[in-house]
């Protein structure tokens, strides 16, 4: 090769934050926090307090490589933290508070953090906690001086800590692959297991995430995440609002509809994003109140499969535009988003708006997504093949933390664990998590597939399926549904219902009406299904 | 530092391509072409005869780190060019057919080309070249079997060299900072220098292309570049629109009014730009045959500053919005792109369009900007001081191709010659060239302002100021004015005029009416006016 001339500057975190000031310093960003009034400050204030809380972080013995853990919700504070540390060659991990305790406190030590920043309202849990967090040697609550509550663990307030420090800071260039933010998977099962995302997999995921064909972020845009800053920075989007000028909206822990209400009429914000259950709850309050949403034009949901009366709600009454995100911890998150495109447009907006709901999304530039067998062979991009799904990309996983549990291949593919189709326009539709698919004579079957199917048939609530032992054809579906309160609901009426719907080979010899176990996060609980039934099939002819 | 344990997988060209068969594979791309008809296919079918291409490239002998030239205009083969040579691990030189005769000749025997792609209507130029190209091997004319002319160079057709390879290609991936392509800056004094784009820069500058703040490509655009692809790949537009899934149409060298409305037209174009001449041209055909420009709604425009009337004419007459680009070869070229925010919007239309069509642009994402004075301290931006403007960023020149030239200091900043102002919304404005800035009683003379001044004059066709040695002041203006054939114009007439628009001591003691020396690319010839005027001070009294 012969080497180009040009700067082989490294991509910096700091750099995003500075462009932001010298672009847009006037732009805002307002974050509603816990007990204490709505904060309000533009992209130039805020960089001078960013400047603080590093000079902070250095005074308390933070240098490079060192790890500091937030326990915090979507703040400009914890904003701040998304800057400083990396800023300093630090590394933030954004601890999840949604883990179990013995989690939390897993990764807070896993991490080797030395420095718990945490929200006003973590407090007791932090007190149950101190004795088992050796590493940890100061608490800061982020909080101003005032409602400052020291507790047990002698916390101290962020606002004072930063306070007297210097506003500006000379932010050092240095390796670009250096970790920056460390987050956990929330695994089912095992425990979690950390992913250490560099400068260059942030900048370059920030850079993409705002393409037309992704989030579509511009200056004109108002910013809400209701996706958590712990999971995998919300999206990236605390670095992709600053990278496009967007004004940013932080909703702190308040995802209830009138306190997201609040937020979406007086900022006029204009794109939001989280799990359903958000937006089935904001939904609903509109219904009740008889308000609209605003200014609000498009709304990104992950986390689960889009339900289509939200999408078809949004659109019909509300005119906006409801798009899904598909991605891991393991790829920053974004894998995929589902944008339209003009030859899905051609087709008409029933189609348009069909596939836009039921496809996980469409390839992103930066990612690269493709299908195997179990040999490891790649199959068609022909919407039909469903294969193992591996993505490869500057922004997805190599390795875990400190842990021998395999990342990446040799060539860069990392094994998501589920199973998909794309398509030769570019989208990707998952039919399956590896574990829960199930093979039959050969052929794969969907268990999503027929548990979509399932909850569309009148009085079921969830549904459930897995695979079973089967001597002849070695596994079959076995359907587990769950009727609403009150509903009358027949293993023969789902099979009628069913029968119409699926293809003929995958309907399940055994229909149960029975309650439907879930995970925390709201998921059917596949481990509880087959511990009840796959592993004993006498018991499964009834 | 913490190394990040995310994939470092480098960022290469070739991916660029793969991404737009894998997720807008339909897409067309619509090419004029030299005596053949218009050329359409879509991106799968491109990149197929891209793997041809390269498959041919190593049939002639190239490998990582070889040189090819192209002389070549915009058209489908040149655009297969751009990314099979880099695909390689080779680099395209981009010859500069604008350059005179030697300097063409001088930047391919400077690049090392041992293959000359070209164009059939530069046979006769090659074949008058032919024996001072001792490094080429090969003539490749861009041109299919039956309109071959070998002339005297044993020419070769293009498509017959491609034919019969394979349509796959494995495209390695290695060192990102690997060169891909080379451009020679036109520069009027010395000899033409080199800038080695490398895998690296592109990507990156593709990537911020694209963004909202700056071209604001999507799926939904239709890009036709009038800018040249030998001019800094014409803007990286071929690498931003396959990230981006947009309809390219390519207008080879036909820039006059009538061609570039058909391709306006019939291939719905929504996006296009180049230098204010040719759209002098179009407006002017629009006004003589009464059409509109169709689904075109932005143009943009670079080389030289946008003219009022022009932005105007688009805007109120055609509904297209006028934006302007300003960069270097050294800069690949984005620099800064004056695109709109909410800031400048919330002051009403007219000061937005002011904003927009006087200054060179606003700041853009991955390339950072700072003015200085004379003993290189930073200077505010305040929108008032003027001083150097320096450049830096991952798409900014380090070092020219095999020169001593100097190419950035050694905090990577790169001084572009020009002398501009930064204000707080993040726009730059360029005040003069730092060569021909004039330097009076130690403060600063804009020669741009008093020449834009003064063309508003009624009668003035075109100004040019130069600084003449003064006794007392060190340095003075000295304004020439060329009229308009047959308008009467007198130094007493345009002082007036001047005297209420712009600051009284700019005021020029000397104004000359006298005919305008024009550099080729219609720029007013400082150098000829110093010869003729600032080295001959009696003369100036006159």
């Known amino acids: 090769m012969m080497r180009g001339l040009m700067q082989d500057r490294p991509l910096m975190i700091s750099d995003i934050l500075s462009h932001a000031v010298a672009a847009h310093g006037d732009q805002e960003i307002v974050s509603r926090l816990v ?24 005074a308390l013995g933070i240098g490079p490589g060192d790890r500091v853990t937030s326990l915090a919700w979507n703040t400009h504070r914890h904003f701040e933290l998304l800057y400083a540390a990396p800023g300093i060659g630090a590394v933030l991990h954004t601890a999840n508070p949604r883990l179990s305790e013995d989690q939390i406190l897993y990764t807070i030590n896993h991490a080797g953090s030395s420095i718990l920043f945490f929200e006003r309202n973590f407090l007791p849990l932090i007190e149950k906690f101190r004795t088992r967090l050796p590493a940890v040697r100061r608490f800061v609550m982020l909080s101003d001086a005032e409602r400052l509550d020291p507790g047990e663990v002698d916390a101290e307030s962020y606002e004072v800590l930063i306070a007297g420090y210097s506003t500006k800071y000379n932010w050092p260039a240095f390796d670009e692959n250096s970790g920056a933010v460390l987050c956990y998977t929330s695994g089912t099962t095992g425990d979690p297991k950390g992913v250490l995302y560099s400068h260059r997999s942030i900048v370059l995921h920030g850079m993409a995430g705002g393409l037309s064909g992704a989030l579509a972020l ?60 958000i937006w089935t709850m904001y939904l609903a309050f509109l219904e009740q109140t008889g308000q609209s949403t605003a200014m609000l034009n498009r709304v990104v949901i992950g986390g689960s499969a889009v339900p289509h009366a939200m999408a078809e709600t949004f659109k019909r009454k509300h005119g906006v535009s409801v798009r899904q995100i598909w991605g891991m911890t393991e790829t920053s998150p974004i894998g995929v988003l589902s944008t339209p495109t003009p030859q899905l447009a051609a087709m008409g907006e029933d189609q348009l708006d069909e596939v836009l709901w039921t496809r996980q999304g469409r390839l992103q530039f930066g990612i690269q997504l493709k299908i195997v067998d179990d040999e490891g062979v790649e199959l068609p991009r022909d919407g039909e093949s469903a ?121 399940p010899e055994t229909i149960l009406v029975a309650e439907v176990p879930l995970t925390a996060t709201g998921k059917v609980d596949k481990k509880r299904l087959r511990d009840t039934y796959a592993r004993s099939p006498m018991q499964v002819g009834a």
Chains 1, 2 share one sequence.
């Open 218 to 277: 511009s200056a004109f845009d108002c910013v809400m995440p209701c996706a958590s800053l712990y999971h995998c920075t919300a999206w990236g989007l605390p670095y992709a609002v600053a990278i496009n000028g967007c004004k940013l909206v932080l909703p702190c822990d308040k995802m209830d509809g009138p306190s997201l209400h609040e937020l979406i009429v007086n900022e006029s914000v204009t794109f939001s994003g989280g799990v359903p259950t």
């Open 387 to 507: 294969g193992r799904l591996l993505v490869r990309g500057p922004w997805v996983i190599d390795s875990y933390f400190k842990s021998d549990a395999p990342g990446a291949d040799a060539d860069g593919w990392f094994d998501t664990g589920d199973i998909a189709t794309l398509d030769r326009l570019g989208f990707m539709r998952i039919t399956d998590r590896a574990k829960d698919v199930i093979k039959s004579g050969g052929e794969w079957i969907s268990s999503i597939d027929i548990e979509n199917a399932a909850v569309a048939c009148p009085g079921v609530r969830v549904a459930g399926v897995i695979g079973v032992y089967d001597p002849k054809w070695e596994e079959r579906p076995l359907l587990v549904v769950e009727p609403h309160p009150g509903a009358t609901v027949t293993p023969e009426g789902v099979r009628t219902f069913l029968s119409e719907r699926i293809t003929r080979w995958w309907l």
């Open 35 to 58: 007990d204490e009034p709505i904060w309000r400050y533009d992209y130039a204030a805020c960089a001078a307090r960013v400047a603080q809380a590093a000079h902070m972080l250095e």
